[in-house]
């Protein structure tokens, strides 16, 4: 496609449910990162996939945070359990590798967790 | 660890100059990122610096000093809807991209 798509773009969660956020990148982009942005805040990095390798989850925040990319393409985030705090927007950002390292980001996922 | 600050508000007047620094440490370091973020929007690319200097486009311009982990964005002309959030994003040594938490701009008559 022509830019990272996400989606769904606004989920509402209950409290203990679990949700998965999808991620389509740039067609070829080798590299992959998931943030989590509150309101007001810059966006906090959680993952980062090179092509089907997580090189990098340090930033999850619980175990109940879990990311994958099995075929080098898409890419899932899923939240087991939600909690209140986890209510953010997700952003997902693509690039292709060095040199042409520009960062194109999708439009985000809306996390309400009630 | 890695480590970006910024400041969180800066007011300017329309017209004016506005410079918006970084500084960062990072395991290792390829590269400087500018991105910029309205409310409610996805960040947008501004400017890549991965050589000491100045970077010039247009009405923004980006410098970049390695050797302090200092950068800045600086923005000229400055109009009102250059109204939003400034992004500084390091690029470290193993590929992978960390930003600050923003610096929100706002811009007055």
């Known amino acids: 496609g022509a830019g990272v798509s996400q989606s769904p773009r606004y989920k509402v969660a209950k409290r203990g449910q679990d949700v998965a956020l999808r991620c389509d990148p740039i067609?070829?982009?080798?590299?992959l990162f998931w943030y989590q942005q509150a309101l007001g805040q810059g966006p906090e990095f959680l993952t980062y996939?090179?092509?089907?390798?997580?090189?990098?989850k340090s930033g999850l925040p619980s175990d109940r945070f879990f990311a994958e990319r099995p075929e080098g393409s898409v890419s899932t985030l899923k939240i087991q359990r939600t909690q209140q705090e986890d209510s953010a927007v997700y952003l997902c950002?693509?690039?292709?590798?060095?040199?042409?390292?520009?960062?194109?980001f999708g439009q985000g996922t809306r996390l309400t967790v009630v | 660890g890695q480590n970006i600050d910024q400041p969180t508000e800066m007011t300017a007047t329309e017209g004016a100059i506005v410079q918006i620094n970084c500084t960062y440490q990072?395991?290792?370091?390829?590269?400087l990122f500018w991105y910029q973020q309205h409310a409610g929007e996805a960040p947008t690319f501004l400017s890549y610096?991965?050589?000491?200097g100045l970077e010039e486009k247009g009405r923004f311009s980006s410098f970049l000093s390695r050797s302090k982990g200092y950068s800045y964005l600086l923005l000229k002309e400055l109009q009102m809807k250059d109204s939003a959030s400034y992004l500084c994003?390091?690029?470290?040594?193993?590929?992978?991209?960390?930003f600050g938490t923003g610096t929100r701009l706002t811009v007055i008559p």
């Open positions: 950002a693509s690039s292709l590798p060095p040199p042409n390292t520009e960062a194109f």
């Open positions: 067609s070829g982009h080798v590299s």
């Open positions: 996939f090179q092509n089907e390798a997580q090189l990098d």
């Open positions: 990072t395991s290792g370091f390829n590269g």
């Open positions: 610096n991965v050589l000491d």
């Open positions: 994003a390091a690029l470290t040594g193993a590929n992978n991209l960390f």
